[in-house]
């Protein structure tokens, strides 16, 4: 059967991801600096091995033959989603994802030695060159997919997102908050004028910054039978379901951004982990697309944990893992000051949900003009600057760290992925208020430290659905409408703005 042919295929792939996936890890987390040549041709290699098993001849008639046989709902759905994986994979040739590897990973690399000196000079030729090579995917899959080329490169991240429709979101989010931001600002002023914010009583020693994360992932539900917490860079959720790499980054100075940081990747973590075993070798199997991606990693950072429920468990937790005089004197109300602290600021992971958005919009907007030849790499500084200071009042212009050489997307070749964080947002807001009709009583629950109704109505509403529907079609199926944006500034205006 041409079915049976189609899940061995899926079995060799799923093993060729593995080892890509588990290597990628390691060269963020533990990899010595000199081994960054030979784990690049390592890498490329076993890239081009996947590419071409999935590209080839043979599987078209593969998937056509399978349509005829007699498959049962998932089978079909199956056979769908290795058409819709085998058209995106074909549309490169495997020289080209060699190519393409190669150049990434080297970029990568050096983007991890020269951000912290803000050496953007020496930095801009690798990126011309992954800037390049995004133009030419763009195209080779524009052509396949019969998409525009900035539509076409967000499709493989997301399925179905398209300017024509992210564009008037965005637009009227970015106008939404170019308000909401100072009312935000305002009233934080006000209430920080009759409780103000609390010192910290830092230093606070990795290790028990650490044990503080393992605590709070355990709690909200990691299985560390197939997971792990390491260090990197830049924090990721990274590896397969059965062995999800995940990582953050620590200041001795204070706890909570890494802490935030673990809480926001368990949200990640908890999706692969949740994902329908049986289906796990299928692209049926996988998580649907980027945007739900982030919904769920948001689900867990924004709507969970910063809210005054999580912290009324999470508190005494603190102060075990800390040490009773961590934060001394500090009651709910002053950690909700640090954790939901409104600020215009320079770094898109250490944002506030508030500012958070236009952020990501910036990135939106640049990359399609990188993608479209209308901004050159070399012009990215100026361009970011100009974005930077009319959305957020501030300037980066002399500061490429905090500025456009902050994040691994770009360097990795990562075109098209930006929107689905803002989206993830709207998606999340809009599920917590599903699931808090399911369970009426979620908030009372979270004060005891217990997850597993939460968790248990995202299992069955989008985490064992796989790539099963469309993301248009997951969220209505999960909220019961249609992605409302009006979710996500309404959680903004009970969280931030004028009672």
């Not at 290699?45 to 709902?73: C, F, G, V």
């Not at 995004?134 to 539509?151: F, G, M, S, T, V």
């Not at 050159?376 to 050489?405: F, R």
Request: hydrophobic content about 40%.
């Amino acid at each position: 059967m041409s079915f049976q042919k189609l899940d061995a295929l899926g079995h060799k792939l799923e093993a060729l991801e593995h080892a890509l996936s588990i290597l990628g890890a390691d060269e963020a987390t533990h990899m010595a600096v000199g081994g960054g040549d030979k784990r690049a041709e390592a890498m490329a290699n076993l890239a081009a091995m996947y590419h071409a098993q999935a590209t080839a001849p043979e599987i078209a008639d593969w998937i056509a033959k399978a349509r005829s046989e007699n498959l049962d709902t998932d089978q079909k759905l199956a056979v769908d989603e290795f058409e819709r994986s085998y058209i995106n994979a074909t549309c490169l040739p495997t020289e080209f994802v060699e190519r393409r590897t190669a150049a990434s990973m080297r970029s990568e690399q050096l983007w991890r030695d020269l951000r912290a000196k803000g050496d953007w000079d020496s930095f801009l030729p690798a990126l011309e060159g992954v800037v390049a090579l995004a133009r030419e995917e763009a195209q080779l899959r524009a052509a396949a997919l019969n998409l525009a080329p900035y539509d076409a490169m967000m499709d493989q991240y997301d399925p179905g997102n398209r300017v024509t429709e992210i564009d008037p979101i965005f637009a009227d989010l970015k106008t939404f908050l170019k308000d909401f931001v100072p009312e935000a600002l305002a009233v934080q002023e006000e209430r920080l004028a009759k409780r103000p914010r609390k010192q910290l009583n830092a230093p606070y020693p990795i290790e028990k910054q650490r044990e503080l994360g393992l605590a709070a992932m355990r709690a909200v539900g990691f299985d560390f039978t197939h997971g792990s917490l390491a260090v990197s860079h830049h924090p990721f959720c990274g590896g397969v379901p059965t062995d999800v790499r995940m990582t953050t980054r620590y200041r001795t100075d204070e706890f909570l951004s890494s802490l935030m940081g673990v809480l926001h990747e368990t949200g990640h973590a908890l999706y692969e982990q949740g994902l329908p075993k049986e289906w796990s070798h299928w692209p049926l199997g996988k998580a649907r697309g980027m945007g739900m991606h982030e919904s769920q990693s948001l689900f867990v950072e924004m709507q969970l944990s910063r809210s005054p429920e999580f912290w009324e468990f999470l508190l005494p937790l603190v102060r075990q893992h800390l040490g009773g005089d961590a934060i001394p004197g500090w009651e709910i109300a002053d950690v909700l000051n640090e954790v939901n602290h409104v600020e215009r600021g320079y770094i898109r992971v250490d944002a506030d949900e508030v500012t958070y958005p236009l952020h990501v919009i910036l990135r939106y907007e640049l990359e399609q003009e990188l993608i479209t030849g209308k901004l050159e790499a070399s012009q990215i500084p100026e361009a970011w600057d100009a974005k930077m200071t009319e959305y957020l009042g501030i300037s980066t212009i002399n500061d490429p760290k905090d500025g456009p050489m902050q994040d691994v997307h770009w360097p990795g070749g990562a075109f098209g992925y930006f929107p689905s964080y803002t989206l993830g947002a709207m998606i999340a807001a809009q599920q917590w208020a599903a699931m808090e009709k399911a369970v009426p009583d979620a908030r009372d629950q979270m004060r005891q430290g217990e997850f597993g109704a939460i968790n248990q109505w995202r299992s069955d509403n989008i985490w064992q659905a796989g790539s099963r529907y469309s993301t248009p079609n997951l969220i209505t199926r999960a909220t019961g409408e249609p992605l409302n944006a009006d979710f996500f500034k309404a959680h903004l205006k009970r969280r931030y703005g004028r009672a």
